[in-house]
């Protein structure tokens, strides 16, 4: 079973699938949202608030479910083959986006009423589909933007730093957590393995 797991997860169909799920359920809950409100300010507010919360998230399952040893061997090894190929099409089957956004809708709109929980699930998963674009074109294309170069470097020190580094889109997390690591030139010695600029995907 976890052989299977894990190919499914490997497989290009299943990551492009994954990409294009995570921002069809980022749109339906923000239209859910919006349909279920008289008021649009709000929404677009618990929606923005939901991507930034999803930063903490990015960070958390990162370093704490992909990194840490603990009984669910199949995401650490599943995550491994990313260390081990960083062009490798690794995803979580395309269909958990939806699972998981109506799972935590389920929880949210026992706290709150249900459209501010359709808006900020909404917005946690606007905030994966950012990290998903991220970190696919991090390892595929040039940078050009100062920031953007500097967060690649950043994640790129992490494929060599495996307990460092553990943000996407922001390193903020790292700072507050105690992992960020700040790199030298030596680091970033045959930085461009971990990099494909003319990608055939």
Request: aromatic share 18%.
């Amino acid at each position: 079973m976890k052989e299977l797991i894990l190919k499914v997860t490997a497989s290009k169909e299943n990551y492009y699938l994954s990409i294009l799920s995570d921002l069809l359920v980022a749109m339906l809950f923000l239209t859910l949202a919006l349909k279920n409100s008289t008021s649009i300010a709000p929404m677009l507010a618990l929606f923005i608030v939901g991507v930034i919360f999803f930063t903490f998230l990015e960070y958390a399952v990162h370093a704490w479910l992909f990194h840490k040893n603990h009984i669910a061997k199949v995401f650490i090894e599943g995550h491994k083959h990313h260390h081990q190929n960083p062009f490798s099409f690794d995803a979580m089957p395309f269909f958990m986006s939806f699972v998981i956004a109506f799972l935590l809708f389920f929880i949210l709109q026992l706290f709150m009423d249900k459209s501010s929980a359709y808006a900020l699930v909404g917005g946690i998963t606007m905030g994966y589909f950012n990290y998903g674009i991220m970190h696919h074109i991090m390892h595929r294309r040039e940078f050009l933007s100062p920031y953007w170069r500097y967060m690649q470097e950043f994640h790129f020190v992490h494929h060599k730093h495996q307990d460092k580094n553990m943000g996407i889109t922001t390193d903020i997390w790292d700072r507050i957590f105690g992992t960020y690591y700040q790199w030298n030139e030596a680091d970033l010695k045959g930085i461009d393995k971990l990099k494909k600029i003319k990608s055939k995907s």
